[in-house]
């Protein structure tokens, strides 16, 4: 059996001791062991949080970063201080310099540490196909079939041919857990897209989608791109339970429960899924 629970988010359960801050992070437990998903904005947050769950980052088997953003990287030097021979697994893309563009300034948004001193300080492993990290616990690998909306953000940029580009977002990815009766998608932000995401891991392990977690960036979806996201989980994937968090939004959210009810719950901090 699988347990999932959301350490950090942008919310905490209410009337709970948990934090809440703009970030994400999950473990992923099984019992082969436990993986961190993402380390959410501050390592304060994620410890206190953990520690209020009883948890211990020497409990942790290996560390997974959905992309490189700093709301989901920012206890990363923190977690390898504590925990330096820790795996990382990442897309090879991890360490590209990435800035958000606002008020006509260039604002670095990227990992908290150099990608060399990433690779000195611990035992990175960079793929941009799928991973068995865990059994049974997978990476989705980079998502390369973008053919439906990406969950982009406009000021979000790379530096590129001496001057800037629209980011790629070619290192975000997100995380499959096998179950029994199907498959368990954890997403740190989408920015690969959601409808993208969850026709590459059905592409690739070929079995039903059991819930749906995490990040979905869909914030930033006008009012057309909102009811094709709906349009579609409902025509292709039935849905199955959606947990949306993060990056998801209200106006989002609000559009996914008034399509399909109780099947869409919210996942703040503290939240703990079997």
Known sequence: MAKITCITENTAARGSSFWGEHGLSFTIETEQGCVLFDTGQTAAVLLHNLALLGKSLHEIDALVLSHAHFDHTGGL??????????????????????????????????????????????DLRLSAGPVEV??????????????????RSPQHVVAQDGGWQPDPYRDDMSMVVETQDGLVVVCGCCHAGLLNTLAHVLRIFQRPLMAVLGGTHLVSAEDEALHHTVEVLQEKYGPPPLYPNHCTGDRAYVALAKAFGDKVRPCPAGTVLT
Do not use: C, K, M, N
């Open 134 to 151: 865990l059994p049974g616990v997978w990476t989705t690998g980079e998502i390369g079939d973008r053919s439906e909306p990406e969950g």
């Open 77 to 122: 030097p923190a977690v390898l201080t504590i925990r330096p021979d820790l795996p990382v697994y990442a897309s090879p893309d991890i360490g590209r310099p990435r800035f958000s563009h606002q008020d006509g300034r260039y604002r670095s948004i990227g990992l908290p540490l150099a990608s060399e001193a990433l690779a000195h300080l611990t």
